[in-house]
């Protein structure tokens, strides 16, 4: 049985995004995992919706990404609520008004005031203890791992001293003991994080709320992942990566995209048989009752391309043993065939082989409603097979009013024939509701999932993109203005979901 066997429709947005709704400026530098997640949950069920599908809830790492994090398994302190830690009495009222409206730091040093006064609360050590001891296979690299990279300046951890980079035991215990106040605190914030998100979604499934996650194909070469398990990656002696992970060209990009993320020895991971991906999903579901894969093509064969390369174009196709690993997951999660409550984010060159891949699983692949009136028409909503997941645009792409505006404003040959068929497609749109016309074509298609960006929704124009591919700056800092989301909204997407059977 599928958690997407019926007609279902959702929103996405990372909680970053959000504001403490219609509070005005009593909100910190970004949105987390308290007050304002949970005000969006009940927008969501007014708004009829089954599923909040978020970002990465990782650390974020270059350029704020979430998709290049510092560990695949721990959580982003950024998303912790200072309200919930408020309402478990490990802040005063005092500590968190003076730090409402500052910027990050403000957050960082609560979060550090909520440490002080957990260490000297009764039963606290225990608590954390067993915490550490239920998450031992990853938990204690990551806190030692985030606590060396501050004593040593943010450095990379092939820049440490050998000792520490090769992992050598003598030198392993001499930092836990040197580092032991920090190792702790960074204990605590996993702690606080498992918390808050668990409760969230406590809260969402009260209210008929399902979360969907988002799990990177890669990690960081910078990242507890490939310092605690270098035998896992393709790496030299040194801990230089052999190769790394990209994209060929395409009709989007003529030199490819060079990532620049380590690549996995995949015979290490099946001779594990998959250890560290299933802990992985595992650890995820923990929290999300669905996850997306990222660039799924990428468990069917990756694009390596040599350290030293310039571009991504000197690269090659290489193999992955992604069947061996769904089965494994299957077996591991106890999932029925075809039941595994994984999205396969299939979007690239799609071959017969990864779309075997994704249909021998039963997993749901994506359509994105623009890129139907370019050359691919297979996202055309009417051409939409059942076991899809249907999406007007993803993180990568512009919303909807910024792609329509700009289409329209083209003067290529391209855009032209791309007005042109969205013309023939939809008719005559009007700048103001062209996002309804678009979301009704979306939602009427045969697919069993909707998720709409909530940038979508709200109608709301580029600005409100968040984020460009191939640029490092300005990206995955998109926030709701205060009162943005409004009851209209929310009553016009129930019934038009409602229209649809969703």
């Not at 949105?31 to 708004?47: E, I, K, N, Q």
């Not at 478990?88 to 409402?100: F, H, I, N």
């Not at 969907?212 to 310092?227: C, E, F, K, L, N």
């Amino acid at each position: 049985m599928s958690v997407f066997d019926r007609r279902q429709c959702g929103v996405l947005c990372h909680p970053t995004s959000l504001h403490h709704l219609g509070r005005g400026p009593e909100h910190y530098f970004g949105g987390d995992l308290g007050p304002a997640a949970r005000s969006f949950v009940d927008w969501l069920a007014r708004a009829g919706q089954s599923w909040w599908q978020m970002l990465p809830v990782v650390p974020p790492g270059n350029g704020s990404s979430p998709y290049d994090s510092s560990s695949a398994f721990a959580g982003a302190s950024d998303l912790l609520s200072p309200d919930d830690l408020f309402s478990a009495g490990l802040l005063t009222r005092e500590e968190l008004e003076s730090a409402r409206g500052q910027a990050r730091r403000s957050r960082a040093s609560l979060v550090a005031a909520a440490y002080s006064r957990f260490k000297g609360a009764r039963g606290s050590q225990r608590r954390l203890d067993s915490f550490r001891a239920r998450h031992i296979s990853w938990l204690e690299d990551f806190a030692l791992f985030a606590a060396i990279r501050a004593e040593q300046a943010g450095a990379p951890w092939w820049q440490w001293p050998r000792e520490l980079r090769e992992r050598k035991p003598r030198a392993l215990v001499a930092a836990r003991e040197r580092l032991q106040d920090e190792v702790d605190y960074q204990a605590f914030v996993q702690l606080c994080f498992d918390q808050q998100l668990s409760a969230l979604r406590r809260y969402a499934e009260e209210r008929g709320i399902q979360l969907m996650g988002d799990v990177p194909m890669y990690v960081a070469r910078d990242s507890a992942d490939v310092w605690q398990h270098p035998e896992l990656f393709k790496l030299d002696k040194g801990g230089t990566p052999r190769v790394v992970a990209g994209v060929p060209a395409d009709a989007f990009n003529a030199d490819g995209q060079l990532w620049g993320n380590p690549i996995y020895d995949w015979k290490r991971h099946a001779a594990t048989g998959f250890a560290w991906w299933l802990a992985r999903f595992a650890r995820c579901l923990e929290y999300f009752h669905a996850l997306r894969i990222d660039h799924f093509i990428g468990l069917a064969r990756c694009w390596e391309v040599p350290f030293s390369a310039a571009s991504a174009l000197d690269g090659r196709f290489r193999r992955v043993p992604g069947r061996a690993l769904l089965e494994a997951a299957e077996a591991e999660l106890g999932a029925e065939p075809g039941g595994l409550p994984f999205i396969a984010e299939d979007l690239g060159i799609l071959t017969p082989e990864v779309e075997r891949l994704r249909d021998d699983f039963g997993l749901l692949g994506m359509r994105v409603l623009q890129f139907g009136f370019g050359e691919d028409s297979q996202h055309l909503p009417h051409l939409y097979p059942e076991r899809s997941l249907a999406v007007t645009g993803t993180h990568d792409t512009n919303t909807l009013i910024g792609w329509y505006k700009d289409l329209q404003a083209s003067v290529t040959t391209q855009g032209q024939a791309e007005r042109a068929k969205l013309q023939q497609y939809l008719g005559e749109l009007t700048p103001s509701k062209a996002h309804h016309a678009l979301l009704r074509a979306c939602l009427g298609s045969v697919s069993q999932l909707a998720i709409l960006p909530l940038q979508d929704v709200l109608g709301l124009g580029g600005r409100a993109r968040m984020n460009v591919p191939g640029t490092t700056e300005g990206n995955w800092a998109w926030q709701l203005r205060p009162g943005a989301l409004k009851d209209t909204d929310a009553a016009w997407l129930a019934e038009t979901c409602a229209a649809f059977d969703r």
